[in-house]
Nanobody, 123 residues
Framework: QVQLVESGGGLVQAGGSLRLSCAAS????????MGWYRQAPGNQRELVAT???????NYADSVKGRFTIARDYAKNAVNLQMNSLKPEDTAVYYC?????????????????WGQGTQVTVSS
């Protein structure tokens, strides 16, 4: 029904920057919210940042002031600009979207996840 495709992960030194992007495609009628989560080895998946259709933004305390989330509403996309990266930011980052599918799928509301992109910050 809906696919989320992520890009932009990689390896960077501490203090550096990376930009993650995620675009939704398929049967997208509307998107309520999009966001980024991350999971480090041995840890649970945790929220990084979310943004709603009304531009309400929420950040994890650990990334406030360093990360910026933004939506491209025309492209059904979300970006995450990550600055001043720290080794503890190392994780697989997942895009999430709460999507209302098109009429062929009955306007159903579902959560979708991307495949994940690795971010590694070296000290």
């Amino acid at each position: 029904q809906v696919q989320l495709v992520e890009s932009g992960g990689g390896l960077v030194q501490a203090g550096g920057s990376l930009r993650l992007s995620c675009a939704a495609s398929g049967s997208v009628f509307s998107i309520n919210a999009m966001g980024w989560y991350r999971q480090a080895p041995g840890n649970q998946r945790e929220l990084v940042a979310t943004i709603t259709s009304g531009r309400r933004i929420n950040y994890a305390d650990s990334v406030k002031g360093r990360f910026t989330i933004a939506r491209d509403y025309a492209k059904n996309a979300v970006n995450l600009q990550m600055n001043s990266l720290k080794p503890e930011d190392t994780a697989v980052y997942y895009c999430n979207a709460n999507v209302i599918s098109g009429p062929e799928f009955g306007y159903r509301n579902n959560d979708y996840w991307g495949q994940g992109t690795q971010v590694t910050v070296s000290s």
